[in-house]
């Protein structure tokens, strides 16, 4: 199992990705993998991910995520210390994932393997 509690993974959602694909991909030389049916897109093989967010209200972010060993905890334990609910606990089949706002706004994710059989 890899170390939890580690920032491993980003996100760029926008409702406009070929402009970021434009932006990112000039600036920093990164490669995108072709959109999913969800809008989602690779960046750099799995270094992270551009979010097509035109069919989910729209909106514009960028995010880091944090891995943890137990979701449901965290959740909990972070909205006990005063974090707001951006995105609620997804499961996409192989990893859980929510996106959470800290007291100050700042908006950051958390994330958990799935375990498999």
Same mark, same amino acid.
């Given at each position: 199992?890899?170390?939890?509690?580690?920032?491993?993974?980003? @996100?760029? *959602?926008?409702?406009?990705? @070929?402009? &970021?694909? =434009?932006?990112?991909?000039?600036? /920093?030389?990164?490669?995108? &993998?072709?959109?999913?049916?969800?809008?989602?897109?690779?960046?750099? !093989?799995?270094?992270?991910?551009?979010?097509?967010?035109?069919?989910?209200?729209? @909106?514009?972010?960028?995010?880091?995520?944090?891995?943890?060993?137990?979701?449901? =905890?965290?959740?909990?334990? =972070?909205? !006990?210390?005063?974090?707001?609910?951006?995105?609620?606990?997804?499961?996409?089949?192989?990893?859980?994932? &929510?996106?959470?706002?800290?007291?100050? *706004?700042?908006? /950051?994710?958390?994330?958990?393997?799935?375990?498999?059989?």
């Amino acid at each position: 199992m890899s170390d939890t509690n580690t920032v491993n993974y980003f @996100e760029i *959602g926008t409702p406009d990705p @070929e402009a &970021a694909r =434009a932006f990112y991909g000039q600036l /920093f030389g990164w490669r995108f &993998a072709a959109a999913n049916p969800g809008g989602y897109a690779a960046v750099n !093989e799995n270094a992270g991910g551009l979010w097509d967010t035109s069919q989910i209200g729209g @909106e514009a972010w960028a995010v880091f995520y944090v891995e943890v060993a137990d979701i449901r =905890a965290t959740l909990q334990t =972070a909205i !006990e210390q005063g974090a707001e609910t951006v995105r609620p606990l997804v499961d996409n089949g192989t990893i859980l994932f &929510a996106h959470l706002a800290d007291p100050a *706004g700042n908006r /950051f994710g958390v994330w958990q393997r799935k375990l498999t059989a």
